[in-house]
Every structure is written in structure tokens, then in C-alpha cells.
């Protein structure tokens, strides 16, 4: 009998919590920046197990109880905000309905499923004494809009971390790269004049050139899993008038960037190709990535989990070490009507988390 087999029954009543807990966190409306119902539910679970927890805003961490700064760190951390729902639901967004054998309602896919799952397998490991690492689990604000008072807010506070496992929709496969995200502001500066004459500088046509290049231009290096940085040209505005020559051109370009080059190496090839200003509204939300070879990928593969690279921003992007994004359910059923889990994901994915941790330990 392997490890995840003997770990079943031991997880069968924390997998009962962790599904109860996510009923409640569905009916909770955590909307970001509004997440303060939420953060007392979590609270409210971490005091009644008797495990201490620290808060700052809306985020709320807990350490295992033989946490020692002799050991290296590993973070566990997933976020307890929800977009809005849309208006194609067919079903109540804030009532956790369980049918199918899944389970209904907004943020249980992305990324409640993943939250609950994370803390369950942190109670599961939270006295060993045997470990030979630290865990902290994060569950955080504000990871929908990347804000600044998420996981950003308590990093520094958190201590020195030395991996992460980040929660997501992968259905338990290894995102071992993410993609990140620069979104710029292009402004094309000519001339302006009359139009019925032959003067001045015309802003649109140098915006042209410019946006032809983000169109054809490939850089030179590609990531292994996250393929090409790929630049499309989003937002376009200029002009007054029908016989005036525009002065000026503003245009946006939505860049995700690899981890073949940060954010700021990138922003600094497109100013060397474009006639156009560029102005980064932000440079902070990176790519991210883990080596292939790292001991708790390899366990992974061991375990039949499959690595790939995700196109999609996550609180990784915020996280200057290396990371491993993972986590129970699907990645397309985030932000669509009526989003749901599989219940057996979940039991699925606090047993395939702490054989992963149990497998990276032996491996100290």
C-alpha cells in the first residue's frame, strides 16, 4: 500500500472540515479589497483547532507548531477573494449547492477548493516534530487584482521563505512556469497641422510602425513551457478633429512576459525597437518558474503529476522565490456561471498535497 492510501484514512474527517469550511467561505461574499468576512471565518476555524494564527489587513498565516528558523521554509498559500460573479449564472453564486457530486457556488473552483485543501494538508502536518522544514500557511487578500495589500502586504513578515506552493486550479498537475504581465502605455508624439496641407508630423503613422512591430517582432529567447513573450496591442486613441493633423497618438499594449527575461529586461528591448514613448504602468507582477530538476518537482513526476506552463497570473507573479503552482480543479472553470468543484477533487488534492510533502521530506 503506497503513501497516498495510508494517508486516507487519517485524512478523511480533516477532508470533511476542509469541504465544510468551503461551503461557508462560498456563502461569505469576499469580493476583493471586501474580504473582511472571510478573514473572520478563517480566524474563526485556525482558534477553534487551537492553532495560533497572525493577521495583518485581510491575510491571516499559521506556522506548524515545531516551527524552527533552523529549518528552511515552505510556504502554502492561496487567496480567500472571488471576482464578481457575471450575469450568465443560472444558479444562486453565494449558496453552496451540492449536486452531481460537485459542489456550486462563486470561488469554489478559483480558488477555494485550493485554499481549503492547502489547510487541511498544513493540520495534517502541523505537529510533526519529524519535519525538516517549516510551513507556513497563507491564505491572502486581494489576489484577484494583484493589489498590494495581498500577499505582497505580509511577505516581509512571513519571515525567509525558501519555496512556495502556490493553490490554483491545475486539477494537481505541476505549473513549474507562469507567465507575467506588463501592461504599457505607447505614446507616438509628431506634429500637428491642417490636413489640407502638406505639414506636419502625423502621430497615428508612427504609431503604426510601432504597433506593426509589437505585431511581427519575436524575441530571441523562448521559455521551454511558456513558449514566446507574446505583445498585443489592446487600446488605440488619437486625434480631435477631421482636418487637424494629431500631435499626438496613445495606444496600450498588454505584454505576458517568460521567464526568459524579467519584466524590466523586456520593457527595455521594445524601447530600443519603437519610435514611440513607453511607460510600464507596473513592472512588479513577474514571470515565475522553478527548476525542472528541483527535489519536489521530481517528486511530483514520481507521483504521476505532469509539469506544464501556465499562461494565467497568479500570486506567484508577487513571489521572489521559486514556486510550484498547483492545486484541485480546472483552471477553465474560473470566472465562468455557475462554478463548481468536484468534491472528490478536493479529497483528491489534500491527499496527493501530503504525499508530495511527505516524499519531498524524505528527500532532507
Known sequence: MNALNNNTMKTTSIYSDAVTLLKQLIETQSFSREEVDTAALLKEFWNELSIPYEEKGFNIWVKNKFFSSDKPSILLNSHHDTVKPNKDWTKDPF????????????????????????????????????????????ATAEEEISGKNGIASIWDDLGEIDLAIVGEPTEMHLAIAEKGLMVIDMTAKGKSGHAARDEGVNAISIAMKDIQWFHSYHFAQESDYLGPVKMSVTVINAGTQHNVVPSECHFTVDVRTTDAYSNEETLEIIKTHVKSEANARSTRLNPSSISADHPIVKAGLEMGRETFGSPTLSDQSLMPVQSLKMGPGRSQRSHQADEFIYLKEIEEGIQIYTELLERYAHTH
Open 95 to 138: 449558496v453552496a449547492l451540492e449536486e452531481d457530486e460537485k459542489l456550486f457556488g462563486l470561488g469554489s473552483n478559483d480558488a477555494g477548493g485550493a485554499l481549503v485543501s492547502l489547510m487541511a494538508t498544513f493540520r495534517y502536518f502541523y505537529d510533526r516534530a519529524d519535519l525538516p522544514f517549516n510551513l507556513i500557511m497563507a
